[in-house]
């Protein structure tokens, strides 16, 4: 069942939104070889509570942090831990925040300190890639127009789009219906309607598309090791396209 959203819900909705945008602003200046992830976790931990917010990955099926950090070769959901980033190192934030009893779910790929060109290229084509979907979204469009734009694209820069992992809707719940693939075919699929509210959140690989779950049982890792980027927005269909909830104020 894919819920509508009211005009009431979605101005509901835009604190939380806007609160794990401007999170990751406010962590970008910390991003920089020498800091652990569990720095960035405190970080994140610390400004949601300071706003009155929730962070929703804390305690969230047994996640263990406030916030998914991913680095280098890890698709999604990295726990945070005692690891110094370095020079060269990419890494996902991942942050959603409740607020309000609202969820917001937004993820940008960074770098530390300067990329080599290949690791450059795949930040790009994943920051790409999310708006290529992004672009497809208006009433009557269908979810598989979202899914063949970004995998279209990405395969196009042969590289790879991971399948076991997706966008989701999201309101009151962090992760409900409908599920946005990152691949598909034109046409096919669930047809949009004003007052959805989902995420996109394409993950995109330099080499293959496999992936594995380490012992820990959230760290997701490229089986042949290669790296990993992500971005993502929530999202709401509007009566003429769409607009992104998770943009800074
Ligand atoms: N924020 C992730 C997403 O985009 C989900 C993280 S679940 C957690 O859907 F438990 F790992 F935090
Ligand atoms: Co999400
Ligand atoms: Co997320």
């Given at each position: 069942?894919?819920?509508?959203?009211?005009?009431?819900?979605?101005?509901?909705?835009?604190?939380?939104?806007?609160?794990?945008?401007?999170?990751?602003?406010?962590?970008?200046?910390?991003?920089?070889?020498?800091?652990?992830?569990?720095?960035?976790?405190?970080?994140?931990?610390?400004?949601?509570?300071?706003?009155?917010?929730?962070?929703?990955?804390?305690?969230?099926?047994?996640?263990?942090?406030?916030?998914?950090?991913?680095?280098?070769?890890?698709?999604?959901?990295?726990?945070?831990?005692?690891?110094?980033?370095?020079?060269?190192?990419?890494?996902n934030?991942?942050?959603?925040?409740?607020?309000?009893?609202?969820?917001?779910d937004t993820s940008k790929t960074?770098?530390?300190?300067?990329?080599?060109?290949?690791?450059?290229?795949?930040v790009e084509v994943a920051r790409k890639a999310l708006e290529l979907g992004i672009a497809q979204v208006?009433?009557?469009?269908?979810?598989?127009?979202i899914g063949?734009a970004i995998q279209?694209y990405v395969?196009?820069?042969?590289?790879?789009v991971?399948?076991?992992?997706?966008g989701?809707?999201?309101?009151?719940?962090?992760?409900?219906?409908?599920?946005v693939?990152h691949?598909?075919?034109?046409?096919?699929?669930?047809?949009?309607?004003?007052?959805?509210?989902f995420t996109i959140e394409p993950m995109v690989?330099?080499?293959?598309?496999?992936?594995?779950?380490?012992?820990?049982?959230?760290?997701?890792?490229?089986?042949?090791?290669?790296?990993?980027a992500q971005f993502e927005h929530t999202l709401?269909?509007?009566?003429?396209?769409c607009?992104i909830?998770t943009l800074?104020?």
């Amino acid at each position: 069942m894919v819920s509508i959203k009211t005009a009431k819900d979605i101005e509901a909705m835009r604190p939380a939104c806007q609160h794990a945008a401007n999170t990751l602003v406010m962590i970008e200046p910390y991003i920089k070889a020498g800091i652990t992830t569990d720095d960035i976790n405190d970080l994140v931990h610390e400004f949601t509570i300071k706003a009155g917010g929730i962070p929703a990955p804390l305690n969230y099926h047994g996640f263990p942090k406030s916030v998914c950090t991913s680095v280098n070769h890890v698709v999604c959901h990295g726990i945070p831990g005692n690891k110094k980033l370095k020079d060269g190192d990419i890494i996902n934030v991942d942050v959603t925040t409740i607020l309000g009893g609202w969820h917001g779910d937004t993820s940008k790929t960074f770098y530390v300190g300067k990329p080599k060109v290949r690791t450059e290229k795949v930040v790009e084509v994943a920051r790409k890639a999310l708006e290529l979907g992004i672009a497809q979204v208006r009433p009557d469009a269908t979810l598989g127009d979202i899914g063949h734009a970004i995998q279209s694209y990405v395969e196009g820069e042969r590289m790879s789009v991971v399948r076991e992992y997706c966008g989701h809707g999201i309101g009151r719940v962090f992760h409900e219906d409908p599920q946005v693939l990152h691949y598909g075919k034109v046409n096919t699929g669930l047809k949009l309607k004003a007052g959805m509210v989902f995420t996109i959140e394409p993950m995109v690989n330099i080499g293959k598309a496999a992936v594995k779950l380490l012992g820990d049982k959230w760290t997701v890792v490229t089986r042949d090791k290669s790296l990993s980027a992500q971005f993502e927005h929530t999202l709401v269909v509007t009566e003429t396209g769409c607009e992104i909830l998770t943009l800074p104020s």
